[in-house]
């Protein structure tokens, strides 16, 4: 809200600075502003400070270049939902030193949603959000966003979080700064019951607590439609709209 009151009054004082050096020094034309060139994701944090540990994660598994290849060809943008520094250093000791390359890579991949956000669309996503971790089964890399009138709390059923300032956004890249870091299900949390052979229709779950029943109904039948739920309403709608003109000709 108060980045755009501010952008147009940036806008306005600029107009206003245009018309005056205009008119007194005739056509001195302002400086190229260059083209805008890809992303660069490692200068938005750099500038907003407190984000020098994601930085370098990003850097070492190689995430950060994948954005930016990601956003370069993707119509749908991406969030990234950024931990402080200090989120980082909350987490006990040794918890980042412990794990190997690919689980470090699935822990940054997990705090990256390959779709545009706007502030205004958390209150609209369905539950559970697919990351670029994957998999986002309860156990796997489930990433819940909801909302209350003036929060916007993220759970990953290890840790709940919270969405606190928006630090970039350009309609195609959006980032936000969370207050801690999203650990994993599939890292950091409780595993499946054992025996749970090969995926198996949903048909015989016997001994299961109410973790696995929520996982079974709700989230993996949602899994896979993530943030895309929209898509599937009109894939959905347009069968129908044949089925309808269809119906009214023959
Ligand atoms: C991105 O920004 C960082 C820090 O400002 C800089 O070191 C790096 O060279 C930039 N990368 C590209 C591709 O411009
Ligand atoms: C961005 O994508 C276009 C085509 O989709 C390609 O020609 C260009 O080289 C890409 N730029 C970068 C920096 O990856
Ligand atoms: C979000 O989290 C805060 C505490 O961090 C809690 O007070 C609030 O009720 C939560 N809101 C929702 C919608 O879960
Ligand atoms: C996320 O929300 C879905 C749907 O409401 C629910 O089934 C699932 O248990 C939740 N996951 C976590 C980790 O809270
Ligand atoms: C997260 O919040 C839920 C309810 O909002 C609570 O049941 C759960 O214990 C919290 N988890 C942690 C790790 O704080």
Redesign the pocket.
């Known amino acids: 809200m108060s980045q755009h009151f501010i952008s147009i009054h940036f806008l306005l004082l600029l107009l206003i600075l245009l018309c005056t050096t205009t008119t007194t020094t005739l056509a001195q034309p302002a400086p190229a502003p260059g083209p805008p060139g890809p992303t660069?994701i490692?200068?938005i944090l750099?500038k907003a400070g407190q984000f020098t540990t994601l930085i370098r994660l990003l850097a070492i598994t190689n995430v950060g270049d994948q954005i930016k290849t990601q956003l370069n060809n993707s119509k749908q943008g991406m969030t990234i939902l950024a931990p402080t520094d200090n989120a980082f250093s909350a987490l006990s000791a040794g918890t980042l030193n412990s794990l190997n390359d690919q689980q470090k890579d699935e822990l940054i991949q997990f705090h990256v949603i390959p779709t545009f956000l706007a502030t205004s669309q958390f209150q609209t996503l369905s539950n559970p959000i697919r990351t670029q971790a994957g998999d986002s089964t309860y156990y796997k890399f489930p990433l819940n966003i909801t909302t209350s009138s003036n929060s916007v709390n993220i759970t990953t059923g290890v840790v709940n979080a919270t969405l606190a300032n928006s630090i970039y956004s350009d309609g195609s890249l959006a980032v936000y700064q969370v207050d801690k870091v999203l650990l994993p299900m599939s890292l950091f949390g409780p595993q499946p019951p054992a025996a749970a052979p090969a995926p198996e229709p949903v048909k015989d779950k016997k001994k299961t607590g109410k973790d696995d029943t929520a996982a079974a109904g709700d989230g993996s039948a949602k899994a896979n439609s993530g943030v895309v739920f929209l898509r599937g309403d009109l894939h959905a709608f347009i069968p129908g709209v044949f089925a309808l003109i269809g119906m009214i000709y023959f």
């Open positions: 660069n490692t200068k750099e």
